[in-house]
Each structure stands twice: as C-alpha cells, then as structure tokens.
C-alpha cells in the first residue's frame, strides 16, 4: 500500500504494457496461482458492482427477474445443439472425480481412483444447456411463456492466451435467457436486450458503440442471429463489448421443450440469450484513461470526488477537518461519494498521484491559503485543469461538473472513433488503413469464405454490420477483394 | 403457473415432506439434472437477493470491501494446512482436464487425453487457501492490514445426502476473509462478525439465535475458535446458520505470510474467516413457515403488500383500478413493495391461495361493498387475522402493520425456543428429551470423547457453548453421562 507509485509505461511506447501496468497499479486485478484466472481486487471489484448495480436495475426495468442454475452441466447435454458443442469443446474445464484421499505412501492427497463420476461434468462455458433443459419442466402452455431470466455468474473457458479482464479462464458475467411464444417476441427481445447494453455504455461507461448484426463466421455458437455493441479503444483495435443472441427454435428442439399455443397446437418455443462480463472493465479502461492512469466516468467511479488537506501542524488539520465535514456532508446529501484523506502516512504529492492513478473524477485540494481565502483548489481528472474555487455553492458545482465530466468523456470517445472511422474501397487501401487501426467501412460480397480470407491475410474480422449508416454506405458496391457485387458496406477492423 | 395448487403435506403429518412441498410449490427452488445441485427460481432468489443486500450493507458499514478469488484451486493448496485438507478432501469436485474433442468413432464428445492438467484443480469448497496464497503478495508490512475483504461466490462441496438450501453439492454464500496485525485484533473481528450475523437473523430473519463457541468437534477445519449462530426450527432440531472463525496464524503459516510489526519484527498474519449461505433460505422457511404455505418477514419479503380486487364487470373493476392507483402510490413512497394483482385469468380464490403460499405479509381485497363504503379487508399472513379498514389513513396504517408483524414473527419464534430449551441433569432425561427436541443445556465433561459417544448413542451434538446463559448454568456440575467434573451447561440438540 506504502511502496512508492512506479511511472506507466506511455500509451505511445506500448500501448499493451500500458494496459497491463494499469490494470495492476490502479489495483484493478491481478492474476493469480491458477492459469488464466484472476483475482479481481476490491478497487476493481467496487467498479464492477456499480455496473452491476446499474445492468441489474435495468434488466428489472424492462420485465426481469434474476434466478440460478447449476455451475456444472453434464457433458451429454453440451453435444445436444451441434454448433454449440463445436463452439465450445475446445475449452471446457472438465470434472470427472468427487474426491482425494491420502496417497497410501504418504506423498500427499491424491484424487480417488474410486470416486470417478459416472458422466464427466462441464464447468458452465455458457448456459443454454442447462437452462433449457430446466426449462423444459416450467414449460406447458404459452400462458408460462415468456419466460425472462437472467443469472448473474462466473463462468469458465480454458483460453490458452489470456490477459487480465479482456480474455480470462475465469469471469464473471449475466446471463439473460428468455422463452417466447413467437419468432417475433423472441427477435424483438434480442434487439431490445442489445439496446439496453447500448444505454449502459453509452450512458454510463461514457462509451459510444456501434450497434449491428454479425455475420454467420462470427455469430454465437447455436444462434439464429447474433447483435453486438462494438466499441473502438484507443489503440484502434475494436473490442466486442455485449452481445445479444436470437436462438430461433434451436435449443427448445435440442432440448425438446414444446408448448401449447394459442390455437392449441404443439410448437418449440422461441430463445434469446445475452450477456455482458467482466470483459466491460477492459473497455472501460481502454476507451478513457491516460498515460497518468485511470479515467473513470463519474456514474462508475466507487470514488467521485477526493478531497485533500495540505496543512502544517494539528491546529491547521483541525480548521481544514472542520470546514471540509460540512462539504462531505453537502456532497453525500446529493449522493456523491467522496473520501476525505487526511491521513498522515502518506505526502500530498503521493496522494495526488496515487488517486490520479485511480481515476477518482475530481480532486480538492485545501490548503492554508485556501482557510484565508475561502476557497479550495478544484482538479477534474479528464482534463487535468485546476481551478480555484470559492467555497460557497461548492456542493453545487461539483454536481454540475461531475455531469460535465460525464459528458465531455463520451463525447471525446466519440470524437476519437469518428475521426477513426474510415471509408475504404480497394484492399490495399484496407490492408494500409490496418496498420492505422480503427474502424474500417468496406464492402463484403456476404461470403463467408471472403470474409475468412480477409481473416487470414490481414487478422481483421468483420465486427458487425451496422444497423445505423449513412445513405452511401448502404449503396450496393463491388467487394473489395473479390470484385463480386457487395449489397453494403460493412465494419471491418482489427479485434481484441 | 396456472396450474392448481395442491396441498401442502402438514408439518404434524411429515415436517420433511412439508418442506420439500413448501420450497417446490412456493417456486422457491427444484432440483436439477446434476446430482445435488439446485436451481434456484426466480421468487426463491428474490429473497436470496433482499439477503445480499442487507447483508452486504452490513460488511460495508463495518469497513469490509468486496473483492473476486478464483473458482479454482490447486490440489497442492489444499494439502498445506492439515486439518483443512483433512475436513474437505473427502467433498471435492476435481478438475481434471480443459478440453473435449469428437470422439473417432462418431459416438459424440469425448474428454480429450491429451488435455490432462500437470496438477489437478479443485473447485473450491471454501476459499481460505487461495486467498491467503494471494493475501501472501499483499501484505508486507504492518502498515497493509488489516485487509478486510469479503467475496460472495458459489462453492462447491460434493455431500452425498442433499435437501434443497440445506445441503447442496453447489450452493452460493459470501466469504469474509481478513487478516491482521495481532491476535486480539483478529479474535475481536471474528466476534464482531458473529454479532452482525445474529442481527441480521434476529432484525431481518426475525429468527432468534443463539451465540457461542463450538466445541474442537465441531470446530471448522483450520480454526483455532469457531463461533456460531444456531436457530431452533420448528420440528425441535437445531440449524447452524452462521460461522465466524478465528484462524489464528494456522493459514499464515501454511503459506508463509509475515509481516514486519511495529517493533520491526518479522512475524505471520493472523486471520478470520466467516460465512453464511443460501441456508439461510432454509432456516427462513423453517422459522416462520405454516400449513398453508410460506410465511416471510416483511423486510425480506419481495411483495409486500398484494392488493386483490373482487369485481362483476368492466365498469366496476375500473373503479377499483382507480383507487387501488392512490394507494399503490402511497405505498411505493413510503418504499413499500406492492403488487396490484387484478389479472383476469385467475379466479380470487386461486389468488388468495397463492399469496398465501408465498408468504406476501399483507393481503388486501376490494370489492364492491368496500367501493361503496370506501373500505378494504386487510388480512396479515402471520396470522391469517382479516379486518376492515376504512381507506383513509390506509397507508400509514400498513407500514405500521409491517412493523408489528415483523416484531410479531420474532416474538412468536423466540416464544417457541424459549418453550423448547429445557434443562436436563441425567442421561435418561436426556435421551427422553430429545425425541421431544428443542434445545438441551446439560453438562459436559469437556473432551471430545464424551461428546463423539453421544453423538453416536442419540445423535444429539453439541451446538454451542453459549457466550450468554442465566447464573445456574454457569456453575459447575457433573456430566450427565460420564459423572466427571463439569465447567458449565453447553448447548445440546439433534441439528440439520
């Protein structure tokens, strides 16, 4: 907690280090004993919660209701949909015994040879299987329908190159999984869920996202239709940041859960699924801070508002202890969270550092001029101005720039992705424009063997196509790579 | 959903089988397709969540922060601490491989051989050992603790006799896990917790509990004290519904945590742990719980207030919807959670049945003649009491009735261990006693031999050594079955 604050590596110098410095320095999360799993610290984890807190409010809003189903699954139920197994095979955590027991030669505990389970349980990777297997008994007539659930849960997929939130063995995530009576409820729900993960990232993350639909090689494994919310970080690399699946009827066949309609006919009920995870504090990070650290938007921060003393002696503590419980008092009726630190381990310089470095949106600072004068020093951490202000209406302003800060960050990552989204039409200008980075428009002949060949050559993949664009891009056109007719253009760019 | 409801098994016919009924019918939760593990549905997770976050206000307010630790852990962590490894070895889900792959013969999915882990993982049954092997990189020197982190998660435990909340192979809870300077200070958190426990259960659970130290029997593995809170259910048989545990330097030293004090010398981190799960659940359901159904105290009781109206015709049920409107109004202001109910698809008979069944504190019904003489029936679940009540003042009136019925439901429960903890002196009395149930005091040698040869001769355990007791069973005695010396009376009774 004491050591000294080690510079970041710059953004510029590499921009992947300096992802990885922050993330452990800003004591966001680090990584632990067991491969690919981390540990989410408690500064980390209180930025979670209020996305949490948030997406939970949201989901009720809009007609759910949070329930739990099991962490494993039988391996049986995996193989039921046979794109979902394919999707998903290669990276099951897989349980096959339910004991130790003591090494008859004292060596340690080993695992019981006779405790081997009958069928192999699979740590949830995602869970259809298991929810529509459940569902199958809660399921008679389409007066149980529909059906809007979503799990808050860890989950696990055995990722062989991982790195802290982005890509993990372990994370934490929601899982929604409705149940309709029809393929038009079902489509409407998956596009409303994908929206209200647009509200959240762009409301409260601060970060604008492009909303579209995914092209078959990149859809989730086992559904009809996949929607995703693609954001632009600022390395020009775009990160998948929610996505929202329409099932069709292919889980309710695999799993045989048939319901009475309304003109007494048998048919398969009609699934979404959708989620977002721990991945969101990757996005966060990358879209807003700086090379002095974090940058948190205001409606996430666990801390808005710091406030500081610089005093000489116990008699000036007292008076800027006493002027500043008045202040605190102020922010918490207006519920802002605010931390006074006058602790007297630590210098006023590593203080300022250590919660720059934590992206805590605005600093106060009250010094011995500031008691004379009636004022405070005020720092906003987007932009890093000072001011010095009176402190009558104190309480006040700091609301209003609390907003402000909140505004002006989404609106500089918008800025930043529009000046970075570019129109190309030959493969060499693509290929050229790749090393820029950003998000590319282009147009695709709808192929998926195209679009694997694009793949291959460059590592760009197809991130969505939008559901927005202007006239011209929804013009047909000529494939860049292979000359055949193109309806649109489409979102290429490279991905996390 | 629209099914009828059946009866519920009576607790003086089955009390096992009416709690089954009870926790299926109320849609509280149901098993699954894996072996012990259950489903948690979406009323049952409800008061879960009400759960959580009380629970989790209480953490905060005391100065705990929340944090994330993998799902898994290694084999070898286990072994370190010897009563640890010993007290779960013999529950574990292991992990053994990361990948599925078809099977050559087109029989479907196979665990892939090739993908064997070097060291087994286990799915943690409690998280002391992965967390002190990251508290290890924490911690330094005096001026980093306390840490004071908790985590809520599931665990996985593989109990071969499993009843739905009271013993799942998979259940969720929260683990506080904290490490200290010194003895005292950590003895003092383990205490402490104990306390927020016994709030919690007598303020929200409305249960009372009681207060102690286990005996070395049944201490938790790895601690050096483990302190308890044990409710009485209704059939006579105890419930242990929360553990703080004072660790001592046991964790520290198996994964070598010193610190440098403040007489600069090295030296292990002492430590606390505590938990409490989804058990909870049961021990809810069996405090308060009736023939008729579920019966919750209002401060963890989802809905409230249900508001019923009776009507002939359109006309008349507008009128209702128009003064049920205000009321709803007023209750929601007064942050009261109402459910206006006047779906049409549902007679009022099955509505009355069904709310009752779920526990919904308040019952209110509207029909015609209350139109004409501005007037509701009200009827309270604890005690299936009805009234009418003019609507004026209605809302004050309820947020009032919610009070008495919370303090109600205690008093009722306290009233019942009261009248069930009796004080016996011989073995006979004893054993007599405890086919009655109910809590026993009686004396105890001491050791451990005494208490295993009664447990093993009436299946009674000793539940506690009680932190409160009256004068008389402070004073020493003889043990009622081996006639050695006694300090004190302790706490018997056949648990869960």
Redo the contacts between chains.
Sequence with gaps: ???ELKELTKRGENYSQWYNDLVLKADLA?T???RG??????YG??IW?KMQRQLDDMFKETGH???????????????READH?EGF??????????????ATDGS??I?DPQAKLEE????RPTSET?IW??YK?WIN?Y??LPIL?NQW??V?R?EMRTRLFLRTA?F?WQEGHTAHATCEEAEAEAERMLHVYADFAENFMAMPVIRGVKSANERFAGAVDTYTIEGLMQDGKALQCGTSHFLGQNFAKAFDVQFINKENKQEYVWATSWGVSTRLMGALIMTHSDDNGLVLPPKLAPIQVVIIPIYKGDEQLKQIDEKVESLVKELKAKGISVKYDNSD?KRPGFKFADYELKGVPVRIVMGSRDLENNTVELMRRDTLEKETRSFNGLAEHIAELLEEIQINLYKKALNYRELNTIKVDTYEDFKAQLEKGGFILAHWDGTPETEERIKEETKATIRCIPFQADEESLQPGVDMLTGKPSQRRVLFARAY
């Design positions: 907690m004491a050591k680090e632990s004993a067991v799993c981390m540990v989410i610290k408690p984890y209180a919660e209701v949070n329930a739990y189903f099991p962490l494993l699954i039988p391996k049986s139920f995996l193989s197994v095979a290669k990276e099951c955590a897989v349980v096959t015994h339910y004991r130790l027991k003591n340690g505990v695992v192999e349980l699979i740590i298991i297997n459940t008994n007539s007066r149980d659930c849960a860890n696990m055995w372990e934490l381990n």
